[in-house]
């Protein structure tokens, strides 16, 4: 994966233009959003069309049961050793030790994230990183977005999602690891960590195991892909 630097996006690892510290999307999200953007550790780069991003979709969608089981497997396996390698890299990020981890609400579906829904994912959390306490219905769409989803492609709305007041005491002053499958303009996990932000907590980091690229529709991203794959890295299917 990218770092960020000369071309790399600082918030999300994306393709920047020469010269900017942001990408085109972190600078729309980032100016709609009016609050600041948080760190985005993306495991791996995810082409559209590709077979990373059969896996980050299939585990929730897949009509197949047996392809859903298959695909969350490699999405747990892939959380776990992003955590097990880059932990202190996200403690650096965060300012400091981490308190919660949860994942990113859909902003389409009702209940919990598909996230939420792998087997072993909280487990895994806590057991790599001790202290962090999984909670994964800490935060979920305010009422009524069903009818009015808020959130869209470079369409962030942190009113959008809303912390559970029963469990609000947990995010003050908390730092928290937010974890979401792909990462395309990130309206949806900058509104998600603004809210977190909104309702106390310290400091975001997010995870996502697929920062979507077009090299289809954009000339940029294809080269960027071209000077940043690592061989192997969309093989996760
Ligand atoms: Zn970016």
Redesign the pocket.
């Known amino acids: 994966m990218p770092r960020p630097g000369p071309g790399v996006?600082q918030?999300?690892c994306?393709p920047?233009r020469a010269g900017d510290p942001?990408?085109y999307?972190?600078g729309v999200v980032g100016r709609r959003l009016a609050s600041p953007l948080v760190p985005v550790f993306p495991v791996r780069l995810c082409p559209l069309p590709g077979p990373l991003y059969r896996v980050l979709l299939g585990y929730k969608e897949s009509p197949v049961a047996e392809a859903r089981h298959r695909f969350a497997a490699i999405v747990r396996t892939l959380f776990r050793e992003f955590l097990l390698t880059r932990a202190d890299d996200l403690v650096q990020a965060a300012g400091g030790p981490l308190d919660v981890a949860l994942p990113v609400p859909s902003s389409r579906r009702p209940g919990p994230a598909p996230l939420a829904r792998v087997d072993g994912i909280g487990p895994d959390t806590e057991r790599v990183l001790p202290g962090v306490r999984w909670a994964p219905v800490l935060l979920g769409r305010s009422s009524g977005a069903e009818h009015c989803p808020r959130v869209a492609h470079l369409r962030p709305d942190a009113a959008a999602f809303c912390v559970d007041p029963a469990r609000a005491g947990a995010l003050a002053g908390a730092r928290v690891l937010l974890l979401d499958d792909t990462y395309v303009s990130?309206a949806r996990a900058q509104s998600a960590a603004a809210a977190l932000h909104a309702a106390g907590a310290r400091a975001t980091v997010i995870v996502v195991l697929g920062r979507v690229l077009r090299p289809d529709r954009s000339d940029r991203q294809a080269a960027f892909l071209r000077r940043h794959a690592v061989r192997g890295s969309d093989r996760a299917g």
């Open positions: 996006c918030i999300c994306g920047a942001v990408c999307a972190c990130g």
